[in-house]
């Protein structure tokens, strides 16, 4: 009999095809309740996750075969890492394969938001634009600026080498220092926190969501940005306050945002909806064609990995050797 390989959700046909010779596919097309996915768990042997689907205890504890449960993304919030290893489950993500594609959205978003891309089309679109005007969508510069990049992993570098073009300072926070090496090619300097808050003209966050991480931004880090500042983000919702967010955009506290993850996904925060200087998008960091076949592959390859007895190559970061 064929290992039982359940699919969450819909996954890239590449990928099917590359497992379908070796397992046996369960596969869902719609998002699963928790009922449901503890069904489909019972009896898998291993399991393709959504960052959509919270991979908890219950679920973990109906897995009685599972061998690996491998989350298609690199981001594994959604999953408890740290129960799973203990009941000898392997858990994988997809890290090395979606940092350029996510960072050329960062890089979408920085000039979208600076430059009102969104709102100047809606308002080409509504039959608003009368003809040329000197004060028609003025926005902020980005070349020759400041952008502050909090978490300097394979996505912040990608962000800081596409800004070496664009003739930017770029500053740097995270907790250990780059190579000295490594810095002078990226162009970047190490700031502490409070500075890269108060001096970035652009601040863009690429930290995972953890305990510490969790409202990074708030109050009273917006209250040390510049009122010129643009604030990105494509992490995860929760690193920021959303609410300190709505109020700081709302009273001028910010020139803009641009969210592609946000704390209540898909619910927006109450207020954003009506913000002009809030660039909302439906979390598609690494939504190309190419990377979500290469995400796609890699986590078929986990796959094959853990039901070949080997360990997956590619772990998530600290799961227990
Ligand atoms: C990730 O990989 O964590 C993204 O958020 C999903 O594309």
Known sequence: MKPIVTVTNIFPQVALDKLSSECDLKINRTSLTK???????????????YLTDRIDQDIIDRGTKLKIIAN???????????????????????????HETTADLT????????????????????GK???WGAKLFLGGDVYEKTLGIIGLGEIGRSVARRA???????????????????????????????????????????????????????????????????LIHTARGKVI???????????????????????????????????????????IGSASFET???????????????LGGKAPRSLVPGYPK
């Open 241 to 283: 306050d959303d609410y300190a967010l709505v109020a700081a955009l709302r009273e001028g506290r910010l020139a803009g945002a641009a969210l592609d993850v946000y704390e209540d996904e898909p619910e927006l925060t109450e207020g954003m909806r009506e913000l002009e200087n809030l660039m909302i998008l439906p979390h």
């Open 35 to 49: 009922e449901e996915l503890k069904q489909k768990v019972s009896g898998s042997d291993a399991v393709i996750s």
């Open 292 to 306: 979500r076949d290469k995400m796609a592959l890699l986590v078929a390859d986990n796959i094959l990995d853990a």
């Open 129 to 131: 634009f009368q003809g």
């Open 164 to 230: 070496l073009g664009f003739n930017m300072r770029t500053l740097y926070h995270q907790r250990n220092l780059l190579p000295r090496e490594e810095e002078k090619k990226l162009n970047v300097e190490y700031a502490t926190f409070e500075k890269i808050l108060r001096a970035s003209d652009f601040l863009t966050l690429h930290v995972p969501l953890t305990e510490e991480t969790e409202y990074m931004i708030g109050n009273d880090e917006i209250a040390l940005m510049k009122k010129t500042a643009y």
């Open 107 to 126: 890089w979408a978003m920085i000039l979208g938001t600076a430059r009102q891309i969104v709102s100047a089309d809606r308002y080409t679109r509504e």
């Open 72 to 98: 298609y993304g690199a981001g594994f919030n959604n999953i408890d890492v740290t129960y799973a290893s203990e009941r000898g489950i392997w858990v994988t993500n997809t890290p090395n394969v979606l």
